[in-house]
């Protein structure tokens, strides 16, 4: 029964997006549960990443409800996603290669030196910046990095993919997304990202996580948002399914299942 | 069996050592892209001392220094431009348009010099925010862009000036003030030239110790990563076009006291100048590498080539091929620094 009471951080109702005559969510769904990692996963143009945009702002949903902490929001851009407590790590990690590692993870949000040396001269606390980016990184068990002044050009893929996580995490006060995050990775480097995410789980932040890699949700989802055709048809837990169960409710080649993989539904 | 393995590790050594130098040369160069250029600049020197002993000569590295100073001025707003990834091609249009403006709003318009200064400034301000509107709003190629406004502004040029030349001594005083000196020994140091370094000075500083300077960087990275992180790449960019039509017209207020005149005949080749400057000193014309300094020094390098091979008694045809080659080996050098793997 108490389960019954826990409100989801992030809640969306019904949402629909069309581009024309396009339908690309058609009314979908979306629970997040506090401190799980829910994968979202779909054939292609099942309406995921749109789906994600519109919980992360970049995109406006025509119609349909989104509640964080059970309160109604409306984002306009991914500003206002990202200044309600919801940060994004893109496919496209969102990283400037040139800048180093502390300067990543500030930049938008650089913070400058205290008295008139920040607000005259608007000089950046380049000090406390890469500090709090060392601790920010260490947190997270990313000591593999020898110098935080270091240009995240010069990092492999999977340390530059920890350094977008980080600054999520960082900055994330409701929840994290991210966009395939262990797509452009090898094996060890994967496996390393999947720990970075259990993580940041761990710390008490929320995770949706898109993935096509079926072998890595598996692994690491507490629940599976499937998306096919512009819906949820149905959510599963990696115990109660399958990874071809999966892909089957995911393709349409099996019926979607009754349970739905919310806590208040098993037991 | 024990001498061809000593052989061969040895040839291994050497293989290996010969990589790994020009790895480590790679790294250095992208970790400091002032370098490369450094070392041209100091080496130029020396080899142009060597030739002609009169180079090193005080009154000879001040007077380079002030053929200099335009080029660098207009150089500095063009970096910023380049490490947005852009390119502006209507520099030194802006630049001699401005000072025929300001010459013009003092002796024709019979403005007190301070108003037609900064009036000046002011015109050169919004001719840089034409450029960055261009680019911004209507999403054109800033190639495209500046090309159109560098034809527009050289027209207005011969317009507004009557294709006359207003001679420095019709102008109040304080407009040819950056063509004065204070002598340091023998090195004269002109008013310009201490102009133009304060705004390096300033420029600096803008764009490594303040978030602005951060946004200009990231923006010219990757424009779509900096929009994602929160950053309004439309603003960054109008705000370095606006900026660098700012220090044009400074530099079109230098040239007059370079020229000790205010001509529309002048400065053609000013806007090619001030990009050859800005490659020379290891910006990337790919955007978000590269700095002001450099450019100071690739400033000096075209001025040090020029005047060097000059007092070399090379004739003067010659320094336009040196300094094309110049150009080819830096941005030769820029690929290959690019291509640095961690």
Redesign the interface.
Known sequence: MTTQTVVPVLEAKGLTKRYGRVVAIDGSDLELMPGEILAVIGDNGAGKSSLIKALSGAVIPDSGEIRLDGEPVAFRN??EA?AAGIETV?Q????????DIA?NLF????Q?RAGPLGSV????D?KHMRSEAARHMSELGVATLQNIGQ?V????GGQRQAVAVARAAAFGSKLVILDEPTAALGVKESNRVLQLIRDVRDRGLPVILISHNMPHVFEIADRIHIQRLGRRIAVITPSSHSMSDAVAIMTGAAPAPDSTGYPQDEG | MSTSTGASTAADFDVRRHDSFGLRLQHALHANPVLGPLAVLILAIIAFSIVNTRFFAAANLSLVLLQVTVIATLALGQTMIILTAGIDLSAGAIAVFSSILMAQFCVKAGMPAVLALLLGFACGTAMGALNGMLVTRIKLPPFIVTLGTLTIFFSLNSVVSNSETVRGTDMPSLMTWTGEAIAIGNFQLSYGSIIMLLLFGFFFYALSRTAWGKHVYATGDDVEAARLAGIRTGRVLFSVYTVAGLLYAVGGWILIGRLASASPNVGTEYNLDSITAVVLGGTSLFGGRGGVIGTLIGALIVGVFRNGLQLAGVEVVWQGFAIGTLVLVAVSLDQWIRKVKG
Do not use: H, K, N
């Open positions: 991914p500003m990202r893109y496209t990690l969102a990283v400037a290669p040139g800048l300067d930049l938008g949000r650089e400058r001269f608007r000089m950046l380049r240009a050009e010069s990092l492999s």
